[in-house]
């Protein structure tokens, strides 16, 4: 693979993996079907075992083929930050920093830290890749990335570690105009016939959801939209009768437009800490860095805990 691959062949199979179709990943390419086809067959051939298989719908990826094509979205994402780093080298960066953010984490951590972070270090060119950890995680073990901001994970490679920084728990979410808006200890029963925002697969809030709201009302309404975009609930939230669990994290910062607010429901479900997954022992100067400010804010919190030893 390594003497007889391309590199064309790889971002096709990511391309492939994404859209499902050789003709779009073609396109988006700007590549022929057929010149698609004879890459992806030539690849195979390489590797002796199938990469692709077809079904009513489209194309799908074997086994083999999403293992590579993880291996190849690692690879691509870290040639792209080479390319943008060497660009802001050239443009008077004197050193850069690659981190990945989930949303949460983009807007309780890692925002309040950029201005402190560059009151110290104008200089650094700061990559920022925001999606979910499930994607960040395998980019930060391959080395395409310093550092991820994310829940706690269940489990990281041998050699990394999570720092917990900001505790979080579920709350409801609603219009500044719902009927519920400023009522006070609202039961979750008074939920029962809301229409609800899904959080989207694959994260935490997702889990949540399932096993509070759908457990509570099986016959449940919600919108046929699973987000992670903040401007795509902000605007579902303010439709009739509409509702959304949201990490308590996050909802300060939404609430700054004025349209959404925070219901007082008590619905006892706690996420995952947030925090900064990284490899034991290669953490920059620059990373602790920026750092900083949240660990100060972490052990002042961790001291003002009852039974934590304050004073």
């Known amino acids: 693979m390594a003497t007889h691959g391309r590199l064309r062949q790889l971002h096709l199979l990511v391309e492939l993996e994404d859209c499902g179709s050789i003709m779009r990943a073609a396109e988006h390419l700007h590549m022929s079907q057929s010149a698609a086809t004879q890459a992806l067959a030539e690849l195979e051939r390489i590797l002796g075992m199938p990469l692709l298989e077809r079904h009513a719908r489209g194309s799908r990826l074997t086994p083999a083929g999403r293992a590579l094509a993880l291996a190849a979205r690692g690879s691509l994402a870290g040639l792209r930050d080479a390319a943008e780093s060497l660009a802001a080298i050239r443009q008077g960066a004197v050193a850069a920093l690659r ?3 989930i949303p949460a984490a983009a807007y309780a951590l890692l925002s309040p830290l950029l201005a402190p972070f560059y009151g110290e270090h104008p200089d650094v ?3 920022l890749h925001e999606d979910t950890g499930a994607r960040l995680l395998p980019l930060l073990t391959a080395g395409s990335l310093d550092a991820v901001f994310c829940r706690a994970p269940e ?3 041998e050699g990394y570690v999570f720092e917990p920084l900001l505790d979080d728990e579920v709350v409801v979410v609603a219009s500044v105009n719902h ?5 006070r200890r609202v039961p979750l029963q008074a ?3 809301m229409r609800w925002v899904l959080p989207a697969m694959n994260i935490q809030l997702r889990g949540v959801f399932e096993a509070l709201v759908l457990s509570a009302f099986p016959d449940t309404q919600w919108f046929p939209v699973a987000t992670m975009s903040l401007p795509v609930l902000e605007g579902l939230l303010q439709q009739p009768q509409a509702v959304a669990l949201l990490p ?3 909802v300060v910062g939404l609430q700054t437009s004025g349209r959404v607010c925070r219901l007082d429901v008590d619905v006892q479900a706690r996420m995952a800490p947030l925090g900064v997954a990284y490899r034991q022992g290669r953490v920059s100067g620059l990373l ?3 750092l900083a400010p949240a660990r100060r804010e972490a052990a002042r919190l961790a001291m003002d805990v009852p039974g934590t030893g304050a004073s």
């Not at 009927?179 to 009522?183: N, Q, S, T």
């Open 125 to 127: 060119h700061l990559e």
């Open 179 to 183: 009927a519920l808006a400023g009522a």
């Open 248 to 250: 308590r994290s996050i």
């Open 155 to 157: 489990q990281l490679p």
């Open 288 to 290: 602790d860095g920026l």
């Open 99 to 101: 981190l990945g953010t």
């Open 191 to 193: 939920l029962a016939g």
